[in-house]
Each structure stands twice: as C-alpha cells, then as structure tokens.
C-alpha cells in the first residue's frame, strides 16, 4: 500500500464522525508530531489542514489496515460543544493538544528510557512548601527592627495573606518599591493555591536579570529542589537533571519564568513548546511587573488572561508599583483594547495610597519646564555638582554623548557591555556608594529595574512616568537620607518614533497638566499616565493575532494556529544575533571558554557560561562586522576576532575597523 500519511487519515475520520467536535481532534490528529496547523493555507508558513482533509486516499487505505473495531467504533458528542465566548476556542485546542503531546512524550520516554523517566515527578505538595514559607517569614519579621517602613511591609504582607480567601479570579497587588513584593505576592499565592486546590504557583517576569534574583530569593525559602527557573539563560549542568526535565512540562510546584516564555508558549504552535501549557491550568500566575507587557501584544495577552481565569480555573496576580490600566475599554478612535470587565479585578491592598506614602523617600524636581529641550554640556555641569549621582538616559548614543563631557572615571553602562562587564562595574558602583566616595554615572535603562543600587541623586532623561518611577527606586533606595532628589529633564532631542516617544510625550503631558500629582508618584498617577498613553498607542495588537485566533471564523473552527505563532514574539530576535565578546573578567577565563569552543565545540553548560560574553547586535551590524574581519565564526557561534572591538569602558564598537580605535 505504500506510506500512509496516518495523522491526516485520522483527521478526516475524526470529521467524518462530527463534524464540529472532529475538526477539533483533527487539529490535534494532524499535528500530534509536526505542531498544531493552520486551517487554510498561509504562504511561508506550510501546509492547511483543510488541504489535508480533501482526500480520502489516505483514509481508505489506513482502513484497508484494519485497525482496532473498538477505536473506529469510538462515539463522538452529536451536539455541537458550546463556548459562551469564542476567544476561548484556540486556548481549549491547545490545551487538549498540551495534554495529548505531553502523553506522547512521556509514555516513549518510559519505554525508551526509564532511568530517565524515574527522575520526573513533583515530590513537594504546596501544602509543605508553606510550612518552609512560614517558618522563614517568622524569622525574618523577628530580625526586622522596629520602623514605619517594616511596618508597612508587615501591613503589605498581612493584606496579601488575608486577602487570599478572596474567590480565584484577577487580581492587583500594587506596592511601592521596597514594600517587599516577592515575598507578599508568595504569601498570596501559596495561600490562595491551597484555599482552593491550585497545583502550583507560576512567577513571570519580563527580565532575565530579576528572574535569577527572584529565583534565589525562592529558593532559600523553599529550597533548591522545590523551584524550577525556566528562561533562556538557565540551563543546568546535566542534561538530564530534574530541573531541566521539568522544564518541559512545568512538571513543578513553584515555576519562576519570563513573560516570553509563558505568552509565547500560551500562543504556540510546536508540541515541544505546548507541553507544558495543561500544567498552567488550576494554578496561580503572578505578573511582575505588569506595566511591562508589551503593548503590541496587550489585546491577545489580556484576552489570553480573561479565557485562564473564566475556563482554567487559574487566578492571576497583577503586581507592580506603576499599576496599569487594563480594566474597561481603553484608547480612542479605531484602536481600542477590550481589558477586563469593570470591577474584575480585585486589589489586594487595603490601602495603596497610604503605603505609597510611607515609602515616599524622593523628590521629583523639572529641569526647566516639561517642553523646554535642555543640553547635554548643562546636565553635565549639574552632574559635576553632585557627589554621588546617576543619569539615565534612553539611548546608547545618548549615553556616549553625555559621557563624552564627563570628568575621567565617570561610569557608562549600557547594553553594548556584556553581561559579566555590567556585573563587574555595578559592583565597583556599589562599593563605592557604600564607602561615600565620588562616583557619577551614566546608563541607558538597563540600571532601571532588576539591580539593587542606591544613589542620593538621580537623573533621568523624559520618558514613561512608569519609568521615571523605576529610575526613582534607585535613589534613597534604604531611606537613609530624609529624600533622595530626582530631577526629571527634557534631553537634547526627542526619543526615535515610536512607543519610546510616545511614552516621552505621556510623561510630558502629565508634567503640564497634573505637575503634583505626576510628582507624587502616587496610584492615581500612573491611572491618569497609563490613560494619556494609551490613547496615543495605535494598536494593542499590532500583528492581528486575534484575527487569526478568535475572528468570525473560529465560530467553524477555522483557526490559524501556525500563523499566530509566527507572528506572536514579544522579542523579535529575527534580526539580532548573539556575539561572544573577549571581556577580561575578575572571575572566569573568557579566553578558556572561547578556546573550549572551538576545540571541543559547544555544549549546553558552555553556552551558558558564554551567554555572561554575549551582547546581542543587529543583523546589519553584524554583517558589517563580519566584512571588515572583526569576527568570525566558531562551530557555528559568532566570537570576536580583532581585540579592538571591545573597549573595557564602553563594551562593543559596532563601528570599529581593524585601524579604526575608540
């Protein structure tokens, strides 16, 4: 009979028993091994299923196999499945489909390798986990000394675990930075989970760096074994270890994660990356962050969110200091984001207004009025006055520029630096803060969020009120001095277009029309700023992701699964590479690693050692590199070749030449 295409024959028989619940089991039928397809057919991306279901060669033949009476005979509801809202037919097939492949993949693997399969399963229930949570909570509110900041953070954490009896749904939990929001929104999810029989606790984050740092924090309360940290940089040293089996299923109790693993995975069409998704059903997920979801994708994220908690028995935790908003109908003109229903979303605090009070410890002061352009050589001579100051800017070339009319030895910190370089000089900062010698520096946003560092005086270049308000936890971070200073500044020229200068012109806009309230840092701050902002973005779904998904025809069952998954990358790395830098560090030999790879080739473990050596360049650059011989390529890893490419002050040269020097 020849080759049997046996998934599209089991699609088309599936139909042919119903032919509404077969087409659901034909998307699962026909992409049980090549991932879930689209139904008609979209050009670049494959084969359709509805292409797939023309013939009927390949069902008759597999019938002419005779397969098992009893699997034919298989009955299939008569009615048609009702959906109350059809936004949620693509999370009900891929969840189906989670559950079918993650079968697959397991039974093969106990037959194949059963040593292997014996290291899977979760041996801690949530329930003992709190016992550890508890204990380490006590302690750490015995050594806390007595003060109306640790008092607040005592009152933000009572609020969270009184309030976990509220009934699964959506919450907020909005706190000022410092009120201690890692360990209270645990406090609410461990609660909340074993209130109402939730399996696990799932913490996304939109950077890599707090990840790490969350995921050490979880780990000292609940152990190593117990929290699984699943994002780009992580790997294990074995292959096969507990934790990176449990990465492919989420097969764990406490899952610290990124926001593009869990979004992407939630809109994914390849088994191996929809795995995992049956085990984010009946859990908690806990936003961090939550202004940084991205607002091209906001439209699909938030509807995602609404179908978890309508029809997943999931709850989900907001969690931010600069609350979004994301309730009611939001934008103007066309392009509206349909959020949650009004009153849906629940807040956590008792009382935010007041706590945000209590942690007040900056002035925020304009430079000039909020349309006035100031120059770099006058943010320079102010910076000069200062001790001890920060600058954050929103460029690299910005960064460079104000650099270059700064005294020797002030700091640059930008994303042109290595991972293991940034590392190196924030500790050099941090050290000599701690010991009140002079040290200025300038930085892109990176210093924004993630990293632990308190100046007396910070600067920050017009943006994003949410932003600002990061760039303000950076100065009189421990509250030693009675405020911190923050001036706010119009730089030179205006961001590039797009949602970086929209965001400047939000922030520009509060500054005029609401100067102290925008000043205060307050909740109801970030309600007016997020609703001036929103009204200026021109989309919130930017890739009509819910065209594809949940449009008229997903009423038929006409979904395009493939497509939406292309087109769904909260990070388009399309046009970026990696390149592993030669940076001397003070405490790995980058040269040993470089050597490793090409003489042994890359691995799992030395990759990740090499991500600390990496800076992500686009394309065009890259190209450019590579034609004027300033890389090469090592077992397929671009590595730097000429030694002045990277400069120990200011990282990469895009632009370096092999005569051409800083």
């Known amino acids: 009979m020849g080759k049997i295409d046996h998934s599209s024959a089991g699609a088309l028989y599936a139909i042919q028993k119903n032919a509404q619940i077969g087409k659901i089991l034909a998307y699962l039928i026909a992409g049980h091994h090549a991932g879930l397809p689209d139904w008609e057919h979209e050009a670049g991306v494959g084969g359709s299923l509805s292409g797939r279901l023309n013939s009927n060669e390949n069902l008759q033949k597999a019938l002419q196999g005779k397969p098992p009476?009893?699997?034919?005979?298989?009955?299939?509801?008569?009615?048609?499945?009702?959906?109350?809202?059809?936004?949620?037919?693509?999370?009900?097939?891929?969840?189906?489909?989670?559950?079918?492949v993650d079968a697959d993949y397991l039974d093969t693997e106990s037959f194949m390798d059963p040593d292997k399969s014996d290291l899977r399963g979760n041996t801690y229930t949530l329930k003992e986990l709190k016992v550890n949570f508890d204990s380490f909570m006590a302690d750490k509110q015995?050594?806390?000394?007595?003060?109306?900041?640790?008092?607040?953070?005592?009152?933000?954490?009572?609020?969270?675990?009184?309030?976990a009896g509220l009934a699964p749904g959506i919450f907020s939990l909005t706190v000022p930075t410092g009120g201690g929001k890692t360990l209270s929104a645990m406090a609410f999810a461990l609660n909340h989970a074993i209130k109402y029989g939730k399996k696990r606790i799932i913490v996304a984050i939109p950077y890599t760096s707090i990840i790490e740092q969350t995921a050490d924090v979880y780990r000292q309360v609940f152990g190593n074994d117990a929290v699984l940290e699943h994002h780009s940089n992580f790997d294990s040293d074995t292959e096969n270890s507990k934790a990176n089996l449990a990465t492919e299923n989420w097969d764990a109790p406490i899952i610290v994660t990124t926001n593009v693993q869990l979004f992407e995975s939630l809109f994914a069409a390849r088994s191996s990356a929809c795995r995992k998704l049956h085990n984010i059903v009946n859990s908690v997920i806990v936003l961090d962050e939550a202004q940084m979801l991205p607002t091209d994708y906001l439209q699909p994220i938030v509807s995602v969110l609404k179908v978890l908690t309508e029809f997943f028995k999931t709850s989900v935790v907001l969690c931010t200091a600069t609350q979004p908003v994301l309730s009611g109908r939001i934008g103007s003109g066309q392009k509206i984001l349909k959020g949650f229903s009004e009153g849906r979303v629940q807040e956590l605090m008792s009382?935010?207004?007041?706590?945000?009070?209590?942690?007040?410890?900056?002035?925020?002061?304009?430079?000039?009025?909020?349309?006035?352009?100031?120059?770099?050589?006058?943010?320079?001579?102010?910076?000069?006055?200062?001790?001890q100051a920060l600058c954050i800017v929103?460029?690299?070339?910005?960064?460079?520029?104000?650099?270059?009319?700064?005294?020797?030895?002030?700091?640059?910190?930008?994303?042109?630096?290595?991972?293991e370089h940034r590392s190196e000089v924030i500790a050099g900062i941090k050290s000599k803060l701690k010991e009140n010698t002079s040290v200025h520096v300038i930085s892109t946003q990176l210093l924004e969020a993630g990293v632990d560092i308190d100046f007396p005086v910070v600067f920050r270049a017009f943006t994003g009120l949410d932003s600002i308000a990061q760039a303000a936890g950076r100065c009189n971070r421990e509250g030693r001095l009675d405020k911190g200073q923050v001036f706010v500044f119009n730089p030179p020229k205006p961001p590039p277009s797009g949602m970086m200068l929209k965001a400047e012109q939000a922030g520009q806009e509060m500054f005029r029309v609401y100067p102290e309230l925008a000043a205060s840092l307050m909740p109801e701050a970030f309600r007016q700023y997020f609703?001036?902002?929103?009204?200026?973005?021109?989309?919130?779904?930017?890739?009509?992701?819910?065209?594809?998904l949940a449009g008229p025809d997903a009423r038929q069952f006409k979904i395009q699964f493939r497509t939406a998954a292309l087109r769904f990358k909260l990070i388009d790395d399309s046009q970026q590479h990696g390149l592993v830098?030669?940076?001397?560090?003070?405490?790995?030999?980058?040269?040993?690693?470089?050597?490793?790879?090409?003489?042994?080739?890359?691995?799992r473990g030395l990759m990740r050692k090499l991500q600390r050596f990496s800076v992500n360049v686009?394309?065009?650059?890259?190209?450019?590199?590579?034609?004027?011989?300033?890389?090469?390529?090592?077992?397929?890893?671009?590595?730097q070749a000429s030694n002045n490419l990277y400069d120990p002050i200011f990282g990469l040269n895009v632009k370096a030449t092999p005569n051409l020097y800083w």
């Open 69 to 100: 009476q009893n699997i034919l005979d298989v009955s299939l509801p008569t009615s048609k499945p009702f959906f109350t809202d059809f936004e949620a037919v693509h999370v009900w097939v891929r969840m189906l489909y989670s559950c079918l």
């Open 142 to 163: 015995k050594q806390a000394h007595s003060s109306p900041v640790n008092q607040a953070r005592k009152t933000i954490f009572e609020d969270c675990t009184n309030q």
């Open 351 to 387: 009382d935010p207004d007041k706590l945000f009070g209590i942690f007040q410890r900056v002035t925020i002061q304009m430079l000039g009025s909020s349309d006035e352009r100031q120059e770099w050589k006058d943010i320079a001579k102010k910076l000069c006055d200062e001790k």
């Open 394 to 419: 929103n460029t690299r070339n910005d960064c460079r520029e104000l650099h270059g009319l700064m005294p020797k030895g002030t700091v640059h910190l930008s994303a042109l630096m290595c991972p």
């Open 531 to 548: 609703h001036l902002y929103f009204n200026r973005l021109n989309d919130f779904d930017k890739k009509s992701i819910m065209d594809l």
């Open 581 to 603: 830098v030669r940076y001397q560090s003070g405490t790995m030999d980058n040269k040993k690693l470089i050597d490793q790879l090409r003489f042994v080739g890359p691995s």
């Open 618 to 639: 686009y394309d065009r650059d890259l190209q450019e590199m590579r034609k004027n011989g300033m890389i090469e390529e090592v077992n397929g890893i671009w590595v």
